[in-house]
């Protein structure tokens, strides 16, 4: 526990306006770990020379032998600012790209993040990434620019010259948040200006008549797109040295400082106010030494500005003076003119290093400077704001106004964040880690009481007595073979003691008892007071807390007998936990505000959860994990008897991972899949070492592929315009035998690429055409998927009749995608595509499209939700239920046909499939429409009639000429099975085959990467690049560094080893971040249309 006892800890832990819930955050290797070293060893947890070494967070051995952080981990430190004393929560989160569902995890639990940068790689990837999580989180970032020691050492730039690169870097920092800030405000306008058009529109139409006057004033209006952005505040957003939100430090030399810390001191010396030197000590001013005044226009004046000479100077000559000269009379002075202490053993150390962290420790102690600027900047628990608890409790695309009132209510119980009896406990459990069972404080070996220490000495003495006597009997003894057996049988008292030293043994667990993973919940507490023993609610994300009250009996608690209610479940708080790192204590209760551990939880949350005790509470919004997992392998027992304990370990490996998905396929595999190569080794080495505890054998990655289909070519191998006959030929390249288990009387392909296709009992036939969608609408689509999928649970609601309750935010963004769709889909070909769009595809939000083109039928447009969201909910019952249940036939058709393709049953991209026919025969046909009938009677309310399908004529069948002899035979259900399955089938072999009628292509998952190398290494760079077929995109000179950055694109397939690759042959100077960027199609995997039809 170091030098805070927890029961102080316990104490601050009760005063929320005292405690800050912190994150490190920070790009890979830009120095969080040893940051949060420095911080946890102001506590004495660690010595202070140690810290930098050992990375006490790191607490995992493969952590500490790669040198990266892989988890996010927490400790509770004490710190006392002025007369106040604060408890900080602080959680260290890895930088590594892989682990970035690390850091969402972290993120969601805290109110504020140290970014860190460091001073010489300024902004790098992962450092957008974070700034870009912490902006939707809602939660305040403060900066530390690390390894300032490196533009010393290593870049040897003058002071001045530091100074102009350090303000460059902060202009990047700066330059992120602001593009952040920026689409929000202009996003937000957006939002009141169309409400205020509504509100308008609404008033207009109560009075009747659109007044003129209103309109000329309208048109006279013009647009300013800055008006939003000036009216807003934005100057607390920014990172600026003298608003006191920015630290530089040397996390590995021990110091770091804000300005403020500077003006303190110099104010006192100069005598010039310390809020002068405070507004003025960064920037553009300089010390006009004559008149004892500070100035402004150092630049245009030559003058050094005053940061460098106050500030840098001192820096720069105490490095001079202690490492680069090593001058023993100069450290000497100046040890004295700052006041500090040096230990003789640490000046007479042989490493420089030593004694300037001894020293600079003493003076600028970083702890201190990070510390003090977390307590006064970021916020506490109670500044949590309105606007950061909406969009916490409104998950899945809901109005926060749409919740039901008990529900809005609990807004309040955030915002006081109060401890008090009465307030129900709102608890979010951000992620389950796996903790070995012997480490859980309950079950460690505590120190021996005073009497037990004097039992134990008694018996042992015992023991040795016992021992002496026997031994005295063996050497008597004439026989040695019988005596040996003798010693066995004839010692009683050895038997005794041991069984006794067993009883008393048998106090502590059992090491067979212990020896298994239990699973803590990384949580924090929003409101209430958590006991150890509370029953509480744990309530999934699908959870409706309208649901839940409704069905749950008023006033009902956790405690009671609880009625089933879906996505809700009880359970019992077993134990709660103070995180210390890599240590836990046992708590009995933890107040609203801090960031604590729960034991007990395994059996009901998988990975994150929401916790209450009131069922009005609603579940959080799910996490934002930014890293997509694409890099699966199979994997296997080495011994085929143990798989019962691979599938075990693959279970709690799945708890224990925040993105790690592990899937069972049909095929009866194991597959695991990751968010890369270093993602992977460590869940293979987890579920080896922790959790099966058993040998595996992992396949080589197995790379995904995405299949599509392209335009034909227009030319042909030697480049010569192919005639329309020669395209037709290679299209037309005829199969030798039909496709396996379909015959050929049931199928058609006509040479335009439709395929006609009926149902076995040949009641349905399904005419349908497949072609490529622009690359631009298949990227929009990509990128909308979740938005795809808002778009599709919304339409589910609307058919099941439930009200729309969906914020304003979400249908304009849906309304904005209808209308990029539409602009993306032009041409003749595309004609009217957008409103015909049935679905989407495969899970109903994926990058293909399914084209309503049957002649006369109507469906209501997938973008329904968009005119219905205004007038309410459609009535249930209007649309017939067969031809509701036959058109889901046809979607689901499609869906399991974009989900596996037919080239190596990988999901389709880009595919366009278009219905051109849909017939179902008379038998059929006369049922639904006597049901279409009826059902239409009930008029609808906006006009888009329900489905009607049109009984197409017979003549059109061209070539199936069984179909009649079919019809007759059949009934609605036959030995086919039932007609909606048959139909589901037919519909899934005809986007198969009209998918191999067109060119296929398959598309390779491309990896984004940004190289940062030195010039005398970026040949052997690029030698890696292309060896691996990679493509540079760009290239440029970091400024103010003699670095290189190359942005470039590298398959997936290529990508295993390339990291390590790049390391080892440019010596460990370039290390890239690979990120998943795209799918590409690759003209190497071409493969011809197969018509799958004898001509
Ligand atoms: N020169 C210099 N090196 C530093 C400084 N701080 C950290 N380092 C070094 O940078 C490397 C990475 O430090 P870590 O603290 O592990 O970085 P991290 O940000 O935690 O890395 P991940 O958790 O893997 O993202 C280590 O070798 C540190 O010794 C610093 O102030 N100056
Ligand atoms: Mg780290």
Redesign the pocket.
């Known amino acids: 526990m170091g030098l805070t006892s927890l029961d102080k800890i316990i104490a601050l832990q009760k005063n929320p306006a005292n405690i800050r819930n912190l994150c490190?955050l920070?790009?890979?290797?830009?120095?969080?770990?040893?940051?949060?070293?420095c911080l946890v060893a102001s506590n004495g947890i660690i010595s202070s020379r140690l810290a930098?070494k050992v990375?006490y967070l790191?607490s995992r051995e493969d952590?500490q032998l790669?040198?990266?952080?892989?988890k996010s981990s927490a400790i509770s430190l004490h710190y006392a600012f002025g007369e106040k004393e604060y408890l900080l929560n602080l959680i260290?989160?890895?930088?590594?790209v892989d682990f970035s569902s690390e850091v969402s995890t972290a993120v969601r639990l805290c109110d504020g993040a140290v970014v860190?940068v460091?001073a010489v790689e300024g902004v790098c990837p992962?450092t957008q990434a974070v700034l870009r999580q912490a902006w939707l989180e809602n939660i305040r970032p403060v900066l530390v620019l690390?390894?300032?020691?490196?533009l010393i050492?290593?870049l040897k730039l003058t002071s001045l010259e530091a100074f102009t690169h350090l303000q460059k870097i902060l202009g990047q920092v700066n330059a992120v948040t602001g593009s952040l800030f920026t689409s929000k405000v202009l996003e937000e306008r957006a939002e009141k200006e169309e409400w205020e058009e509504k509100k308008k529109e609404m008033e207009r139409d109560s009075s009747g008549t659109g007044s003129q006057a209103e309109e000329s004033q309208g048109a006279d209006q013009v647009y300013d797109w800055s008006a939003g952005l000036e009216e807003t505040d934005d100057s607390h957003l920014y990172f600026s040295p003298d608003q006191g939100n920015v630290v530089f430090?040397?996390?590995?030399?021990g110091w770091g400082f804000s300005i403020q810390q500077f003006a303190h001191i110099y104010s006192q010396k100069m005598g010039i106010k310390d809020e002068v030197l405070r507004k003025t000590l960064w920037g553009d001013f300089f010390l006009n030494a004559k008149a004892k005044k500070i100035m402004k226009g150092a630049q245009a004046k030559g003058k050094k500005p005053l940061f460098v000479q106050l500030v840098l100077d001192n820096i720069w000559t105490l490095y001079d003076a202690v490492v680069t000269k090593r001058d023993k009379e100069k450290v000497e002075k100046m040890v004295t003119s700052l006041g500090v202490k040096v230990m003789a053993r640490d000046s007479r150390h042989s490493d420089p290093k030593v004694l300037l962290s001894a020293i600079c420790s003493q003076w600028l102690p970083i702890s201190q400077a990070v510390l003090s600027m977390v307590c006064e900047k970021l916020p506490s628990p109670l500044d949590i704001s309105t606007e950061r608890v909406e969009r916490l409790m409104s998950a899945g695309a809901r109005r926060f106004d749409s919740l039901p009132e008990r529900t809005q209510e609990l807004k309040n119980a955030f915002i006081q964040c109060s401890s008090d009896a009465e307030v129900p406990v709102i608890v979010f459990v951000s992620k389950m880690f796996a903790v070995d069972a012997k480490a859980l404080p309950q079950n460690k070996q505590r120190p021996l009481t005073q009497e037990e220490i004097g039992q134990r000495r008694e018996l042992a003495r015992q023991r040795h007595a016992d021992r002496m006597a026997a031994n005295q009997q063996a050497e008597c003894s004439v026989d040695p073979a019988q005596s040996s057996s003798d010693t066995q049988s004839a010692q009683p008292g050895v038997e005794d003691v041991s069984s006794q030293m067993e009883s008393l043994a048998g106090k502590e667990p059992r090491v067979e008892e212990v020896a298994r993973e239990t699973f803590v919940a990384f949580a924090r507490v929003y409101s209430g007071v958590v006991r150890r023993g509370q029953r509480v609610f744990i309530l999934g994300p699908k959870y409706d807390p309208a649901q839940g009250l409704s069905m749950l009996p008023e006033g009902c608690m956790a405690s009671d007998c609880v009625p089933a209610v879906p996505h809700l479940t009880c359970c019992t708080v077993n134990s709660l936990y103070l995180l210390m790192g890599r240590e836990l204590e046992e708590l009995e209760e933890v107040p609203s505000g801090n960031v604590l551990g729960i034991g007990g939880l395994e059996d009901f949350v998988l990975k994150s959860a929401t916790v209450s005790t009131s069922p009005a509470c609603p579940p959080f919004i799910p996490l934002n994990f930014e890293a997509t997992p694409i890099v699966r392998v199979a994997i296997e027992p080495k011994h085929p008897s143990e798989m019962p304990k691979l599938v075990r370990g693959m279970r709690l490996l799945n708890q224990a991972d925040p993105c790690a998905e592990l899937l069972i396929q049909e095929t009866g595999e194991h597959v695991l899949v990751t968010a890369g190569e270093v993602h992977l080794q460590r869940c293979l080495d987890d579920l080896r070492e922790r959790f099966a505890k058993i040998e595996i054998s992992a396949s080589k990655p197995i790379i995904p592929f995405r299949e599509t289909v392209v335009r034909p070519p227009k030319v042909d191998m030697v480049n010569e315009e192919l005639g329309r006959q020669q395209k037709m030929a290679i299209i037309h390249q005829v199969k030798e035998e039909a496709p396996q288990g379909r015959s050929s009387d049931t199928l058609h392909v006509d040479p335009s690429g439709l395929v006609t296709l009926s149902t076995p009992n040949r009641l349905a036939t399904v005419g349908v055409c497949a072609s490529p969608l622009p690359e631009e609408v298949t990227r929009l689509l990509d990128a909308s998927s979740e938005l795809v999928r808002t778009l599709e649970q919304l339409n589910m609601s609307l058919r099941e009749g439930r009200s729309l309750q969906v914020s304003p935010r979400t249908l304009e963004a849906i309304a904005d995608l209808k209308g990029r769709l539409a602009g993306l889909l032009q041409g003749h070909k595309w004609k009217n595509a957008v409103e015909r769009i049935w679905a989407f595809g495969p899970r109903r939000y994926g990058p293909n499209i399914l084209l309503n083109s049957v002649e006369g039928y109507q469906r209501p447009s997938v973008w329904h939700c968009l005119d219905r969201a205004e007038k309410g909910a459609e009535p249930a019952g209007q649309c017939p239920a067969v031809l509701r249940d036959l058109d889901n036939s046809i979607v689901s058709g499609f869906q399991l046909a974009t989900l596996s393709g037919p080239m190596c049953e990988e999901p389709l991209m880009g595919v366009c499939f278009s219905v051109e026919r849909w017939d179902l025969q008379q038998a059929q046909a006369t049922t639904v429409s006597d049901r279409a009938e009826t059902a239409t009677a009930v008029p609808g309310d906006d006009g888009a009639d329900p489905a009607v399908v049109a009984p197409e004529e017979e003549e059109e069948e061209g070539g199936d000429g069984q179909a009649t002899r079919g019809r007759e035979e059949a009934g609605s259900a036959d030995c086919y099975g039932p007609v909606s399955g048959q139909l589901i089938a037919a519909m899934k072999e005809a986007c198969r085959h009209a998918f191999q009628a067109k060119p296929q292509r398959l598309m390779a998952a491309m990896y984004t990467c940004e190289i940062m190398a030195t010039a005398e290494v970026l040949g052997r760079v690029y030698g890696v690049l292309g060896k691996r077929e990679g493509r540079v995109l760009h290239e440029e000179m970091k400024e103010g560094t003699d670095m290189f950055i190359i942005n470039a694109v590298l398959p997936v397939a290529e990508s295993f080893g390339f990291a390590d690759e790049i390391r080892k042959r440019t010596s460990g100077l370039a290390s890239p971040q690979l990120v998943f960027s795209h799918w590409e199609p690759e003209a190497k995997l071409a493969v011809q249309p197969d018509l799958g039809y004898e001509e």
């Open positions: 490190i920070a790009h890979v290797d830009h120095g969080k770990t040893t940051l949060a070293d930098g990375r790191d952590e790669r040198g990266i952080t892989m260290d989160s890895p930088g590594h860190v460091d992962q690390n390894k300032m020691d490196r050492t290593e430090a040397s996390a590995i030399d």
